[in-house]
């Protein structure tokens, strides 16, 4: 395992200022303090396109792809004063303890696509645990290599899982915005290419292609809320880093007709560049402080999720690390495994449908007595083993 400082500084960086994503240095306006709640119902009037319809066909062909277990929760229900609670468990997706691997492996099978000769790959990435880890399994399983920049804070247990996937892995001595600077700086040779999940200025295209993978989830969701006869959701909870998946969650469910559900995004209270970004109506990258839930410690909102979840997401809201680690704690006694950024979808609900802010923040979701909720568990506690 190598070490490398990142590249946090503006000078001596080859990459420019609209290039990839640069440590702000700056909260959001510091000045004031930071609000915990942003809504916007009129997001669900908001359309947009569907993802494409071959992406699910891609995952249907591979070997070990088996939609993953959509649980039902009386119990949460019954605590969180709705009527039905739904628990998508990405604990186990293609093999990975998270759901990562849906894009990236759509992502890659894209990017090779078009490789004209055939030749070996690298594929290259900047992680904070879980998308590192789909692009070293993807990569070994088609006989490419994989150099996985792992950013300050990834637990040592997921490091080192990237590492068993048979990866190069370079731990930056930095933040994840810091580990994706790095990861695109070193795609300099021929044969080398960044396989990143965030999206700025000049790169957009493979980070698209990772949001179009996610779309399965939902497809599934889909499918699965039929076949239990519980019809559409009122409320889906989404765990949020660079928004990417907040991004296919926003398109699955605006690119429909009828009155979707409402869409609430669930940040940690140290690293939350989605809501200051709402809340100030531009993007706005953030300063990130250490948090348990490292999948979900970025400081820069993707730029293509940026349109999309400013238009469509109906609200956005901090957890702190002890609400995430009780969350995952009481998704394991109903049987769910949940590492700290998947319970954020639990911790997201609670702070939102109970407490004394509930009546105002269940009327800006539309959330009723009768509502149905779909948290989205986005990752086992093997991917992130906190509090274990
Ligand atoms: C477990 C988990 N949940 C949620 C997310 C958030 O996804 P995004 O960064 O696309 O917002 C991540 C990102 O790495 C993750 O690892």
């Keep these: 395992m190598g070490w490398t400082e990142g590249c ?33 119902p009129a997001a669900r009037e908001w359309r947009c396109p569907p993802p494409p319809a071959e992406v699910r066909a891609f995952h249907n062909s591979l070997p070990e792809y088996a939609p993953t277990p959509l649980t039902e929760a009386p119990s949460l229900a019954a605590e969180l004063g ?28 894209r990017v090779l696509a078009r490789q004209p000769s055939g030749a070996p790959l690298e594929l290259v990435t900047a992680t904070d645990g879980n998308h590192g880890r789909a692009v070293a399994r993807i990569a070994r399983r088609l006989g490419q290599r994989a150099h996985v920049f792992v950013s300050h804070g990834v637990h040592p247990g997921a490091a080192a899982a990237i590492e068993g996937e048979g990866a190069r892995v370079t731990r930056v001595r930095g933040s994840y915005d810091q580990a994706v600077r790095a990861a695109a700086d070193a795609v300099r040779a021929a044969g080398s290419v960044l396989v990143q999940d965030t999206a700025w200025e000049g790169y957009e295209e493979v980070p698209a292609w990772i949001v179009e993978g996610y779309s399965t989830l939902f497809a599934e969701v889909d499918a699965q809320l039929a076949a239990a006869g519980a019809g559409s959701p009122h409320l889906v909870a989404v765990p949020v880093g660079v928004g990417s998946l907040a991004q296919a969650a926003v398109t699955h469910y605006r690119s429909r007709d009828g009155r979707g559900p409402a869409l609430l995004a669930v940040e940690p209270t140290a690293a939350a560049p989605a809501l200051a970004s709402l809340v ?70 609670r702070a939102a449908l109970t407490g004394a802010a509930a009546p105002a923040r269940r009327e800006d979701l539309a959330v009723g007595p009768h509502a149905m909720v779909v948290l989205l568990n986005t990752e086992g506690r093997e991917a992130n083993p906190h509090g274990a």
Excluded at 89 to 101: H, I, N, V, Y
Excluded at 296 to 308: E, F, M, Q, Y
Excluded at 321 to 349: E, F, N, R, Y
């Design 8 to 40: 946090g500084g503006t000078q001596g960086c080859p990459m420019t200022d609209t290039a990839a994503p640069r440590p702000s240095g700056s909260r959001p306006d510091a000045s004031s303090p930071a609000p915990s709640w942003h809504a916007r």
């Design 82 to 109: 709705v009527g039905r609670v739904f628990v998508k468990d990405e604990s186990a997706r293609l093999g990975l303890p998270a759901f990562k691997a849906l894009g990236a492996y759509w992502a890659v099978h």
């Design 280 to 349: 100030r109506g531009e993007p706005l990258p953030v300063t990130t402080e250490e948090t348990v839930m490292a999948g979900l410690n970025c400081g820069t909102v993707s730029r293509l999720a940026w349109p999309v979840l400013r238009q469509g997401l109906d609200a956005a809201l901090t957890v702190t690390d002890a609400d995430a680690l009780a969350a995952a704690l009481d998704l394991g006694v109903l049987g769910v495994s949940s590492g700290p950024c998947g319970a954020a979808a639990l911790a997201g609900v």
